[in-house]
């Protein structure tokens, strides 16, 4: 029967990207995701004028994400939305919008973590993908997080890593400021790694205790060393690109995949999942692979239009949240802080 179908209204606005999705219980009917444009001239996010473009694309992307799901808004069942991690500002266009459209079609509100949104997007029904069987660990890298979580059950996740400073996104972006590439840098460096040799440069891996990673201390590395070679070779970012982007990537992932071997070693869990926006880097996906065959772990890699921040991966945690009748009401505010 029709009626027992669920259909969830998803909204993403933690960051810079406005996002809306139809989800019919587990399947995605739409994805629409509106960037922004305005940030690069600035070389990062501009929370003010996040959230200003957030207002300005929130009405038609969700119109669009209706529309091409080919239904009424009569027929959507609850509204998801993002409550956090993420800018104060975007945040609370997306959770205003969400409470009072809830209010106007008198259906129940969802709210969701950002990240626990991450590494739910694995359970979104696709063809040739397969979803990780519980428990497994994921891997959550983004922008603003890297972190390892134990997951257990669908809403049962515990944080057993995580960065004490920088996110691993920021120090691919940094670092491509500081070889003047344009924002957002992490991409090219992956691009351009492609073409390098990773052994070109050594850089020092932080020694942190535990599970927990630091990235400011590579930053400041990768900083001293082009400012030294510059100083001696005008031309060596330009002479040497290929190379030192290979070179950072090769720290980086190192620096993931080690983390990771301890996590495994610790838990005895060998299913990773891995999520966020920088989980689309050829280079980590490449060793996640290898480490199949290596040293025997079942690994899932979400479909590339489910790792940067989309509203599919809110719908999800709807989906589930609608089926545990786990609802929010109109009191709900946004969360900066948001913790899984």
């Known amino acids: 029967m029709a009626s027992q179908n669920i259909y969830i209204l998803a ?16 399947t995605l009917l739409s994805n629409i995701v509106a960037t922004q444009e305005v940030h690069q001239k600035y070389g990062g996010v501009v929370p003010e004028l996040a959230s200003r473009a957030h207002q300005q694309n929130i009405v038609p992307v969700i ?7 080919n239904i009424d808004k009569k027929d959507i069942s609850a509204i998801a939305f993002t409550k956090g991690p993420g800018l104060m ?19 129940p509100l969802i709210e969701v973590n950002h990240m626990q949104a991450h590494i739910l997007a694995h359970f979104i029904k696709e063809q040739n993908f397969k979803t990780p069987e519980f428990p497994f660990l994921a891997l959550t890298i983004s922008g603003g997080h890297t972190q390892i979580v134990k997951v257990t059950s669908h809403f049962e996740m515990e944080v057993i890593g995580q960065t004490i400073d920088d996110a691993v996104g920021e120090a691919y972006d940094k670092s491509a400021k500081i070889m003047g590439l344009p924002y957002p840098g992490g991409p090219l ?7 390098g040799d990773p ?6 891996k932080p020694k942190v205790g535990g599970l927990d990673f630091s990235f400011s201390g590579l930053k400041t590395a990768i900083l001293y060393f082009i400012q030294k070679q510059v100083k001696e070779n005008p031309n060596f970012i330009e002479e040497n690109r290929n190379d ?13 995949m080690d983390k990771l071997k ?9 299913q990773i999942a891995i999520g966020g926006g920088v989980s689309a880097n050829s280079g980590i996906r490449k060793a996640l692979n290898e480490a199949e065959g290596k040293y025997g772990w079942k690994t899932y890699v979400p479909k590339f239009e489910y790792t940067t921040d989309n509203a599919a991966m809110i719908g999800i945690v709807g989906y589930y949240k609608y089926l545990a009748k786990d609802f929010t009401d109109l009191s709900v505010t946004a969360q900066p802080r948001y913790k899984i």
């Open 89 to 107: 500002g975007s945040l609370l266009v997306g959770t205003s919008f969400a409470k009072s459209l809830a209010l106007g079609l008198n259906i």
């Open 244 to 256: 030192i982007c290979a070179s950072i990537q090769y720290t980086i992932v190192n620096i993931l």
């Open 63 to 69: 119109h669009q994400a209706i529309a091409e799901a």
């Open 199 to 204: 052994k070109s440069y050594k850089f020092t």
């Open 262 to 270: 301890k996590a495994v070693k610790e838990t005895g869990i060998n």
């Open 11 to 26: 909204i993403e606005s933690s960051c810079d990207d406005t996002a809306a999705a139809i989800l019919k219980n587990d």
């Open 189 to 195: 460096i992956d691009k351009y790694a492609q073409l």
